[in-house]
């Protein structure tokens, strides 16, 4: 079993930066793709940014020039640093992992709790 911890949510003001972390535990041979995704209130949940194994990084259009996602291979631990907030930003954010248990297996994808980011004056 792999489990992901996300943290770093909060209340912010527009404007205002913030930074989630997501560590992943477990039964780990490797990862493959590390991503966050968000869901707001009676919306569906949607890719924020993803980076591969090698760094190669994908952000939605609402993140590009204001998020950075990056990642500690050796921590196993993926980060989404947030600058210039909206409230529009505001949601549950989830941290997704796609694991390998051994060489062998096909990648899994796994889900972290989700952490609440609120963007409000």
């Known amino acids: 079993q792999v489990h992901l911890v996300e943290s770093g949510g909060g209340l912010v003001q527009p404007g205002g930066s913030l930074r989630l972390s997501c560590a992943a535990s477990?039964?780990?041979?490797?990862?493959?793709?590390m991503g966050w995704y968000r869901q707001a209130p009676g919306k569906q949940r949607e890719l924020v940014a993803d980076?591969?194994?090698?760094?190669?990084?994908n952000y939605a259009d609402s993140g590009k020039a204001r998020f950075t996602i990056s990642r500690d291979n050796a921590k196993n631990t993926v980060y989404l640093q947030m600058n210039s907030l909206k409230p529009e930003d505001t949601a549950v954010y989830y941290c997704?992992?796609?694991?390998?248990?051994?060489?062998?297996?096909?990648?899994?994808?796994?889900w972290g709790q989700g952490t609440q980011v609120t963007v409000s004056s």
């Open positions: 997704n992992a796609a694991v390998r248990s051994w060489s062998w297996t096909p990648p899994v994808d796994y």
């Open positions: 477990g039964r780990i041979g490797s990862i493959e793709t």
């Open positions: 980076i591969t194994t090698g760094g190669r990084t």
